[in-house]
C-alpha cells in the first residue's frame, strides 16, 4: 500500500453526450440520457483512482465556500474519500462543461473561478508531510507552497500538468524543475517526442508521460534515454474518455510506488485506463487492484510466462 499526498484541482464536472462535434446550431436539443454531472477534477480523480488501488491518500483541494461535501462521496460508491483536507475557501468551486460525440471528438468549457487567487492551510500538511511516500500535485497557485515542502523534505513529487501551453512554461517551470515525474495532455502543433526529451533535459525530469488521446501516449525516461510511444489497449466499449488521463497517472504511480519499472506500471496504467473510458464520468470506472491483475494475467500475460514482481 502506497502513502501518497494529492494536492490539486477538484471541479464539478458535466458530461454531455452529442450527436456530433462541432455542434450545430440549433436552439434546443433534447437529449435523453445523455447528461452526468459529479465531482471530478486532477485531484479528485486522482485520490479516487488511488483508493480503489487500495492506497492510504490524504486527498487535498479547495472549492466553494458554499459547497456541499457529500458530492464527493455519493451513497452508491463502494470506495469513500476522507474530505478533511478540501477547504472550503473559494468564491465558488471550479466547474467543467464536456461534450463528446461517438468519434471521440470532444469539446470542453472550463471555469475555475477564483483557485488563481486562493492559498493553501499550510499548518494542515507540515504535520503529515513525513508520512508520504510520494506527493502527488497539480500545477495550481495553491499547490505550491506543497511543492516547496516537499522538497524540503526530499519526497518523491509527481506533477499533473494541466492545460499546458508554451505562452504558460514560464508559469510551469517551478513544478517542472522540481518534479521526478511529470504527465502532460495532449500537445497540439509540437513534435511530441522533441518536446518530450526537450522537457526533460531542460528541467532534468526522470519520467515523463506524454497522453496523445485515442493516440495512446509517449513514456520518457531519461535515466535510460528512452522514448516509447504505446498505442491505447481496447479491452471493452468506449463510452467516453474524460478522465482517462488521470487514471492512467493514477495508475502509473500506484504500481511505480510499489517498485514495478516505467515500462512494467504503464502496461498496468493502460489496462487501468481502458476500463475507466467505458464508463461515463471521469470519476467511474476504476478496478481494484486484484481486478486488474485479474485482467493483467489475461492480456499482457495469458500462458503465464511473464514474471514481474514490485517490491
Known sequence: MGKFIIAGITQIETIVKVDKIPLENKSFNP?????????????????LALKWLGDDIRFMSVVGRDQNMGVF??????????????LPLMNETPMQVSFFDTE??????????????????MSLVDPIIDTAEMVVLSNANFCRPIMQLACEHD????????????????FNADFLSAANIVFFSDLEGEDP????????????????????GAGGLLLHDNEKHMTMHYDPIRTGRVVNNAGAGNALFACFLHYYQKGFSVVD?????????SNK??????????????????????????RGQRNITGS
Open 155 to 170: 519526497k518523491k513529487l509527481a506533477v499533473k500538468i494541466h492545460s499546458f501551453s508554451r505562452a504558460k512554461l514560464k
Open 277 to 302: 473510458i467505458g464508463y461515463m464520468g471521469t470519476s467511474n470506472g476504476f478496478m481494484t487492484e486484484t481486478q486488474l491483475e485479474q485482467w493483467d494475467s489475461l492480456i499482457w500475460d495469458p
Open 31 to 47: 437529449l435523453n440520457n445523455s447528461i452526468h454531472t459529479s465531482a471530478g477534477g486532477d485531484a479528485f480523480n486522482i485520490s
Open 265 to 273: 506500471a504503464i502496461h498496468k496504467a493502460l489496462l487501468f485506463a
Open 73 to 86: 462521496n455519493p451513497p452508491d460508491r463502494e470506495v469513500t474519500l476522507e474530505t478533511n483536507y478540501v
Open 104 to 121: 471521440r471528438n470532444e469539446q470542453t468549457f472550463e471555469d475555475l473561478k477564483d483557485i488563481r487567487d486562493v492559498g493553501y492551510e
Open 193 to 212: 517526442y522533441a518536446f518530450v526529451q526537450e522537457m526533460a533535459e531542460k528541467y532534468d525530469i526522470d519520467t515523463i508521460i506524454l497522453g496523445q
